[in-house]
């Protein structure tokens, strides 16, 4: 008999290993390391490489979709919308290759009163980078006007890669611009350290006046604003490779770039007024070019290839759905589909948290109006992160104490097996 339970306990040890692995360790209470799935949120819908999803925070519940081909697409946020609707289809000015297409989207603050919304696109002939202005059709909400155009902004790309693209309002009403190196490999021509080009850069402009000879004015406080240096006066800040998504806390009013790397590291950034990133005299906080790194701003957070190959800038979690991530920065990788949350407290300490290994090839994140978090993949969908029901444990148990309340379980099973004259089937 005593070999019975003897033999039993290792089956009852690696069962209660499965059914309650957060026992083992540091105290846990609710959600661990790992416990989150990504979910498809629209199940009926998909889309062509997505790599962008935003609201127009207009309470109109919709959500809007950007294809890197050159389409905006338009729905409701229900997870039983039957269909999405094209917003604007601007495909035939569009240059869709490899890293070129319809990049960036973000609607004027004022949306729901003036029907306007910016686009960042690559152009061909010659190739560049265009932000442009687009109304929304009077009388159509679902449709916007494509015959609206009108160019803000124009900036020369010499290769095919590295065009940032992203496009946002911040607190303070301006709209900022990220901007990749203009591509190749390494930064040969220099852009990232060069103030007197846009590209590397993330830039700030007013879209509410026009000034100089420009349909966009330079606000006041720019870092460069009346420099008679010939730096340009839209930089906001610089040292950048490619800014491949930044947001703004919507809290905080903190900006959070996501900068790919070179070679060996993924770096996130907390963006400030007139500070220079490093690129491409360092790759995060190595060197990589050389010179002066006198005055560089290091990442708050760096990760090597071992982790993924791309990351994929994201968001501060401010919604309601998982309250357990509220502040943390949720990001990506493009190429190993891992997806973490950075924690980062008032003296800069970091502590950065693995929520899953989605299998995902995740191009953007997005937030709706209601600042819940959502992925886009190129398999065409849309996800959202969901956490795995697990229930509220005691505090920490010891691996000692796991093991003798294991094996207190298995005695007490066989006890009772055998006073009640139960068959012994499962022999536990």
Same mark, same amino acid.
């Given at each position: 008999?005593?070999?019975?339970?003897?033999?039993?306990?290792?089956?009852?040890?690696?069962?209660?290993?499965?059914? $309650?692995?957060?026992?083992?360790?540091?105290?846990?209470?609710?959600?661990? @390391?790992?416990?989150?799935? &990504?979910?498809?949120? $629209?199940?009926?819908?998909? *889309?062509? @490489?997505?790599?962008?999803?935003?609201?127009?925070?207009?309470?109109?519940?919709?959500?809007?979709?950007?294809?890197?081909?050159?389409?905006?697409?338009? *729905?409701? !946020?229900?997870?039983?919308?039957?269909?999405?609707?094209? $917003?604007? !289809?601007?495909?035939?000015?569009?240059?869709?290759?490899?890293?070129q297409g319809l990049l960036g989207l973000a609607f004027n603050p004022d949306y729901a009163q003036n029907g306007f919304f910016y686009v960042d696109y690559v152009a061909a002939n010659p190739t560049r980078t265009i932000i442009a202005r687009y109304s929304v059709s009077s009388g159509t909400p679902n449709q916007a006007d494509k015959t609206s155009e009108f160019i803000l902004l124009e900036i020369p790309q010499p290769f095919a890669n590295h065009k940032g693209g992203q496009l946002a309002f911040g607190p303070d009403g301006y709209l900022y611009i990220g901007m990749g190196d203009?591509?190749?490999?390494?930064?040969?021509?220099? !852009?990232?350290?060069?103030?007197?080009?846009?590209?590397?850069?993330?830039?700030?402009?007013?879209?509410?006046?026009?000034?100089?000879?420009?349909?966009?004015?330079?606000?006041?406080?720019?870092? $460069?604003?009346?420099?008679?240096?010939?730096?340009?006066?839209?930089?906001?800040?610089?040292? *950048?490779?490619?800014?491949?998504?930044?947001?703004?806390?919507?809290?905080?009013?903190?900006?959070?770039?996501?900068?790919?790397? @070179?070679?060996?590291?993924?770096?996130?950034?907390?963006?400030?007024?007139?500070? !220079?990133?490093?690129?491409?005299i360092m790759e995060g906080t190595l060197p990589y070019a050389g010179g002066n790194?006198?005055?560089?701003?290091?990442? &708050?957070?760096?990760?090597?290839?071992?982790?993924?190959?791309?990351?994929?800038?994201?968001?501060?979690?401010?919604g309601a759905s998982n309250p357990e991530l509220d502040g943390a920065y949720i990001y990506g990788d493009y190429g190993s589909g891992k997806i973490w949350a950075l924690a980062l407290n008032s003296s800069g300490a970091v502590s950065n948290t693995q929520l899953t290994a989605s299998g995902l090839t995740i191009s953007s994140f997005g937030v709706d109006q209601a600042g819940e978090l959502y992925i886009c993949a190129f398999d065409g969908k849309i996800y959202q992160l969901a956490a795995s029901t697990i229930p509220e444990l005691l505090p920490s148990i010891t691996i000692a104490g796991f093991v003798a309340a294991t094996l207190f379980s298995a005695v007490a099973v066989r006890k009772r097996r055998l006073v009640s004259s139960l068959p012994e089937q499962g022999n536990l």
């Open positions: 008999m005593k070999l019975r339970i003897l033999l039993g306990f290792p089956i009852v040890l690696i069962v209660s290993i499965l059914v $309650f692995p957060a026992t083992l360790g540091s105290a846990v209470s609710g959600q661990v @390391q790992g416990d989150y799935i &990504v979910q498809a949120v $629209f199940p009926q819908l998909t *889309f062509n @490489q997505p790599v962008g999803i935003l609201s127009a925070e207009d309470a109109s519940g919709r959500l809007f979709v950007i294809e890197q081909p050159g389409t905006i697409r338009v *729905f409701q !946020n229900s997870a039983n919308s039957p269909s999405s609707t094209v $917003f604007l !289809n601007i495909s035939d000015r569009v240059l869709f290759s490899g890293e203009g591509g190749s490999a390494g930064d040969p021509l220099g !852009n990232g350290q060069n103030r007197s080009t846009l590209l590397g850069k993330i830039l700030r402009i007013d879209i509410n006046a026009a000034s100089a000879g420009l349909n966009y004015s330079i606000p006041s406080d720019n870092p $460069f604003a009346g420099n008679v240096a010939g730096y340009r006066q839209e930089i906001y800040t610089y040292g *950048f490779r490619n800014p491949w998504r930044f947001s703004f806390d919507s809290t905080k009013g903190q900006l959070w770039v996501g900068d790919v790397g @070179q070679d060996r590291l993924e770096e996130i950034d907390v963006a400030q007024k007139g500070l !220079n990133y490093g690129w491409n790194e006198v005055g560089l701003q290091l990442p &708050v957070y760096e990760y090597n290839h071992t982790m993924g190959i791309a990351i994929i800038g994201g968001y501060v979690y401010r």
